[in-house]
Protein backbone atom coordinates (compact mmCIF):
# COMPACT_ATOMS: atom_id res chain seq x y z
CA UNK A 1 0.00 0.00 0.00
CA UNK A 2 1.36 3.73 -0.66
CA UNK A 3 2.40 5.71 2.09
CA UNK A 4 0.83 8.85 2.68
CA UNK A 5 2.43 11.57 1.43
CA UNK A 6 5.46 13.35 3.49
CA UNK A 7 4.59 16.68 1.51
CA UNK A 8 0.82 17.83 0.68
CA UNK A 9 0.11 20.99 -0.82
CA UNK A 10 -3.59 22.13 -1.14
CA UNK A 11 -4.91 24.90 -3.35
CA UNK A 12 -2.09 27.42 -2.66
CA UNK A 13 -1.84 30.56 -3.74
CA UNK A 14 0.13 34.02 -2.89
CA UNK A 15 -0.85 37.60 -4.01
CA UNK A 16 1.68 40.50 -3.66
CA UNK A 17 -0.06 43.23 -3.42
CA UNK A 18 -2.01 43.32 -7.28
CA UNK A 19 0.30 40.52 -8.72
CA UNK A 20 -0.77 36.51 -7.87
CA UNK A 21 2.48 34.88 -8.46
CA UNK A 22 1.22 31.20 -7.43
CA UNK A 23 -2.88 30.59 -8.51
CA UNK A 24 -4.16 27.91 -6.99
CA UNK A 25 -1.65 25.49 -7.19
CA UNK A 26 -2.21 21.44 -5.12
CA UNK A 27 0.34 19.05 -5.41
CA UNK A 28 2.18 16.26 -3.56
CA UNK A 29 5.67 15.14 -2.63
CA UNK A 30 6.34 11.32 -2.04
CA UNK A 31 8.36 9.72 0.57
CA UNK A 32 11.36 8.32 -0.60
CA UNK A 33 11.11 9.99 -3.74
CA UNK A 34 12.64 12.82 -6.09
CA UNK A 35 10.03 15.39 -7.07
CA UNK A 36 10.92 18.51 -9.15
CA UNK A 37 9.39 21.82 -10.20
CA UNK A 38 9.99 23.33 -13.33
CA UNK A 39 8.65 26.29 -15.36
CA UNK A 40 10.29 29.55 -17.26
CA UNK A 41 11.23 32.45 -15.21
CA UNK A 42 8.76 33.72 -13.14
CA UNK A 43 6.68 31.46 -13.25
CA UNK A 44 6.12 30.94 -9.23
CA UNK A 45 8.23 28.58 -8.63
CA UNK A 46 10.44 29.92 -6.00
CA UNK A 47 7.15 31.63 -4.34
CA UNK A 48 5.98 27.78 -3.98
CA UNK A 49 9.24 26.80 -2.86
CA UNK A 50 9.07 29.77 -0.17
CA UNK A 51 6.05 28.85 0.88
CA UNK A 52 6.62 25.45 1.50
CA UNK A 53 9.66 26.39 3.36
CA UNK A 54 7.97 28.62 5.95
CA UNK A 55 9.73 31.72 4.48
CA UNK A 56 6.27 33.04 3.69
CA UNK A 57 2.89 31.86 4.57
CA UNK A 58 0.23 31.70 1.43
CA UNK A 59 -2.47 33.67 1.27
CA UNK A 60 -4.82 30.57 0.75
CA UNK A 61 -4.32 27.35 0.54
CA UNK A 62 -2.91 24.63 3.27
CA UNK A 63 0.29 23.16 3.71
CA UNK A 64 0.83 19.65 5.25
CA UNK A 65 3.48 17.82 6.70
CA UNK A 66 2.78 13.81 7.09
CA UNK A 67 -0.94 14.67 7.55
CA UNK A 68 0.14 18.14 9.77
CA UNK A 69 -1.01 21.38 8.89
CA UNK A 70 2.29 23.34 8.56
CA UNK A 71 1.17 26.22 6.67
CA UNK A 72 1.69 29.06 9.18
CA UNK A 73 4.86 27.50 10.74
CA UNK A 74 8.17 29.69 10.63
CA UNK A 75 11.23 28.78 9.06
CA UNK A 76 13.19 28.30 12.18
CA UNK A 77 10.88 25.13 13.25
CA UNK A 78 11.74 23.27 9.97
CA UNK A 79 15.02 21.97 11.23
CA UNK A 80 13.34 20.61 14.28
CA UNK A 81 10.77 19.02 11.27
CA UNK A 82 13.92 17.20 9.91
CA UNK A 83 13.27 19.94 6.63
CA UNK A 84 16.17 21.50 5.50
CA UNK A 85 17.04 23.53 2.58
CA UNK A 86 20.00 25.45 0.86
CA UNK A 87 20.60 28.70 2.41
CA UNK A 88 18.37 27.82 5.63
CA UNK A 89 20.61 28.22 8.41
CA UNK A 90 22.47 31.21 7.73
CA UNK A 91 24.75 32.64 4.01
CA UNK A 92 28.18 29.96 4.63
CA UNK A 93 29.95 32.15 6.63
CA UNK A 94 32.78 34.03 4.49
CA UNK A 95 35.60 34.16 6.75
CA UNK A 96 35.46 30.14 8.15
CA UNK A 97 36.63 27.46 6.55
CA UNK A 98 34.72 24.57 5.04
CA UNK A 99 34.76 22.77 7.66
CA UNK A 100 33.91 25.04 10.05
CA UNK A 101 31.29 26.45 8.52
CA UNK A 102 29.85 22.21 8.55
CA UNK A 103 30.69 22.09 12.13
CA UNK A 104 28.74 25.41 12.88
CA UNK A 105 25.51 23.74 11.07
CA UNK A 106 25.41 20.90 13.20
CA UNK A 107 24.56 22.62 16.15
CA UNK A 108 21.10 23.48 14.28
CA UNK A 109 17.82 21.43 14.52
CA UNK A 110 16.44 18.27 15.83
CA UNK A 111 19.79 16.31 15.81
CA UNK A 112 21.79 19.50 17.22
CA UNK A 113 25.17 18.18 18.32
CA UNK A 114 25.49 18.24 21.85
CA UNK A 115 29.37 18.25 21.97
CA UNK A 116 32.27 19.58 19.73
CA UNK A 117 33.50 15.79 19.66
CA UNK A 118 29.99 14.34 18.04
CA UNK A 119 29.43 18.09 15.49
CA UNK A 120 33.24 17.02 14.57
CA UNK A 121 32.47 13.71 13.53
CA UNK A 122 29.67 14.28 12.11
CA UNK A 123 30.81 17.03 9.98
CA UNK A 124 33.54 14.99 8.87
CA UNK A 125 31.39 12.31 7.53
CA UNK A 126 29.30 14.33 5.84
CA UNK A 127 32.51 16.27 3.97
CA UNK A 128 33.47 12.79 2.84
CA UNK A 129 29.92 12.09 1.60
CA UNK A 130 29.93 15.38 -0.04
CA UNK A 131 33.26 15.32 -2.02
CA UNK A 132 34.53 18.58 0.32
CA UNK A 133 36.75 16.55 2.49
CA UNK A 134 40.08 17.26 0.72
CA UNK A 135 38.98 21.20 0.75
CA UNK A 136 38.06 21.47 4.38
CA UNK A 137 40.65 24.08 5.60
CA UNK A 138 40.18 26.16 2.54
CA UNK A 139 38.19 29.64 3.46
CA UNK A 140 34.42 28.64 1.92
CA UNK A 141 34.64 32.53 0.04
CA UNK A 142 38.04 30.95 -1.67
CA UNK A 143 35.89 28.50 -3.64
CA UNK A 144 34.30 27.96 -6.83
CA UNK A 145 30.74 28.11 -7.21
CA UNK A 146 30.16 24.30 -7.59
CA UNK A 147 32.29 23.83 -4.49
CA UNK A 148 29.67 26.77 -2.71
CA UNK A 149 26.67 24.97 -3.75
CA UNK A 150 28.51 21.47 -2.57
CA UNK A 151 28.64 23.32 0.68
CA UNK A 152 25.41 24.29 0.89
CA UNK A 153 24.23 20.91 0.59
CA UNK A 154 26.59 19.85 3.26
CA UNK A 155 25.45 22.33 5.67
CA UNK A 156 21.85 21.43 5.04
CA UNK A 157 22.90 17.54 5.76
CA UNK A 158 24.47 18.38 8.48
CA UNK A 159 21.23 19.01 10.28
CA UNK A 160 20.33 15.70 9.05
CA UNK A 161 17.23 16.39 7.13
CA UNK A 162 14.16 13.69 6.30
CA UNK A 163 13.25 16.02 3.26
CA UNK A 164 15.67 18.28 1.46
CA UNK A 165 14.79 21.60 -0.65
CA UNK A 166 17.08 22.58 -3.69
CA UNK A 167 15.71 25.85 -5.39
CA UNK A 168 18.15 26.11 -8.59
CA UNK A 169 20.68 24.51 -6.99
CA UNK A 170 22.83 23.40 -10.15
CA UNK A 171 22.62 27.39 -12.04
CA UNK A 172 25.57 28.74 -13.56
CA UNK A 173 27.45 24.53 -13.30
CA UNK A 174 28.85 24.16 -16.80
CA UNK A 175 27.63 20.05 -18.07
CA UNK A 176 30.56 18.43 -16.39
CA UNK A 177 29.45 19.70 -12.75
CA UNK A 178 26.05 19.68 -13.32
CA UNK A 179 26.93 15.26 -14.21
CA UNK A 180 28.48 15.66 -10.40
CA UNK A 181 25.84 17.74 -8.45
CA UNK A 182 23.16 15.28 -10.10
CA UNK A 183 24.82 12.24 -9.22
CA UNK A 184 25.14 13.81 -5.14
CA UNK A 185 21.33 14.44 -5.35
CA UNK A 186 20.89 10.86 -6.31
CA UNK A 187 23.44 9.88 -3.33
CA UNK A 188 21.40 12.08 -1.46
CA UNK A 189 18.23 9.81 -1.88
CA UNK A 190 19.56 6.64 -1.80
CA UNK A 191 21.18 7.57 1.76
CA UNK A 192 17.26 8.16 2.44
CA UNK A 193 16.05 11.66 2.51
CA UNK A 194 13.28 12.87 0.77
CA UNK A 195 14.28 15.43 -2.16
CA UNK A 196 12.09 18.37 -3.98
CA UNK A 197 13.70 20.61 -6.15
CA UNK A 198 13.64 23.45 -8.48
CA UNK A 199 15.42 23.21 -11.72
CA UNK A 200 15.78 25.50 -15.12
CA UNK A 201 17.97 22.48 -16.22
CA UNK A 202 16.44 20.14 -18.20
CA UNK A 203 18.67 17.47 -18.03
CA UNK A 204 18.51 17.19 -14.07
CA UNK A 205 15.07 17.11 -13.80
CA UNK A 206 14.69 14.34 -16.13
CA UNK A 207 17.56 12.14 -14.89
CA UNK A 208 16.68 12.70 -11.19
CA UNK A 209 13.30 12.88 -11.22
CA UNK A 210 10.31 10.23 -10.75
CA UNK A 211 7.55 12.81 -10.73
CA UNK A 212 7.87 16.70 -12.11
CA UNK A 213 5.36 19.55 -12.12
CA UNK A 214 5.40 22.08 -14.33
CA UNK A 215 4.48 26.19 -13.59
CA UNK A 216 3.56 28.63 -15.80
CA UNK A 217 1.87 32.20 -14.82
CA UNK A 218 1.90 30.97 -11.20
CA UNK A 219 -0.35 27.41 -12.33
CA UNK A 220 0.35 24.34 -12.31
CA UNK A 221 -0.09 23.55 -16.13
CA UNK A 222 1.26 19.57 -16.39
CA UNK A 223 2.31 16.68 -13.36
CA UNK A 224 3.73 13.56 -14.47
CA UNK A 225 6.60 11.62 -15.48
CA UNK A 226 9.25 13.53 -17.13
CA UNK A 227 8.19 11.73 -20.09
CA UNK A 228 4.17 12.59 -19.87
CA UNK A 229 5.32 16.32 -18.88
CA UNK A 230 7.84 16.75 -21.71
CA UNK A 231 5.53 15.26 -24.45
CA UNK A 232 2.60 17.14 -22.85
CA UNK A 233 1.54 19.49 -25.57
CA UNK A 234 0.92 22.83 -23.32
CA UNK A 235 4.42 22.20 -21.70
CA UNK A 236 5.74 22.20 -25.36
CA UNK A 237 3.90 25.28 -26.49
CA UNK A 238 5.61 26.81 -23.43
CA UNK A 239 9.00 25.77 -23.71
CA UNK A 240 9.43 25.74 -27.27
CA UNK A 241 6.98 28.42 -28.83
CA UNK A 242 5.19 25.32 -30.51
CA UNK A 243 2.25 22.86 -30.14
CA UNK A 244 4.06 20.51 -32.85
CA UNK A 245 7.34 20.42 -30.65
CA UNK A 246 9.54 21.86 -33.64
CA UNK A 247 11.47 24.11 -31.97
CA UNK A 248 12.13 27.32 -34.09
CA UNK A 249 14.08 30.73 -33.02
N1 LIG B 1 8.38 39.31 -2.68
C1 LIG B 1 7.78 39.62 -3.85
N2 LIG B 1 7.06 40.77 -3.99
C2 LIG B 1 6.44 41.05 -5.16
N3 LIG B 1 6.46 40.25 -6.24
C3 LIG B 1 7.15 39.09 -6.17
C4 LIG B 1 7.84 38.72 -4.96
N4 LIG B 1 8.43 37.51 -5.17
C5 LIG B 1 8.13 37.15 -6.43
N5 LIG B 1 7.37 38.09 -7.02
C6 LIG B 1 6.82 38.03 -8.40
O1 LIG B 1 6.10 36.81 -8.51
C7 LIG B 1 6.29 36.21 -9.79
C8 LIG B 1 6.85 34.82 -9.63
O2 LIG B 1 8.19 34.92 -9.17
P1 LIG B 1 9.07 33.66 -8.74
O3 LIG B 1 8.28 32.81 -7.82
O4 LIG B 1 10.37 34.17 -8.24
O5 LIG B 1 9.26 32.91 -10.13
P2 LIG B 1 10.32 31.79 -10.57
O6 LIG B 1 11.06 31.31 -9.38
O7 LIG B 1 9.48 30.73 -11.23
O8 LIG B 1 11.22 32.45 -11.58
C9 LIG B 1 7.20 37.17 -10.56
O9 LIG B 1 6.38 38.00 -11.34
C10 LIG B 1 7.89 37.95 -9.47
O10 LIG B 1 8.27 39.22 -9.92
MG1 LIG C 1 13.15 31.26 -8.89
Known amino acids: MDKAPIIEVKNITKRFKGLTAVKDVSFSIREGGITGMIGPNGAGKSTTFNMICGYYPPTEGRIFYRGEDITNKKAYEYTN ?23 ASCYFGHAAAK ?6 ERAMEVLHFTGLYDKRHILSKDMGT ?58 AVVSLCESV ?36 A
Do not use: C, W
Open 81 to 103: MKIARTFQIMKPLKNLSVLENVV
Open 146 to 203: PDQKRLEMARALATKPELLFLDENMAGLNPAETEAAIELIREINRSGVTIFLIEHIMQ
Open 115 to 120: SEREAR
Open 213 to 248: IVLHHGEKIAEGTPEQVMNDPMVMEVYLGTKGGAAH
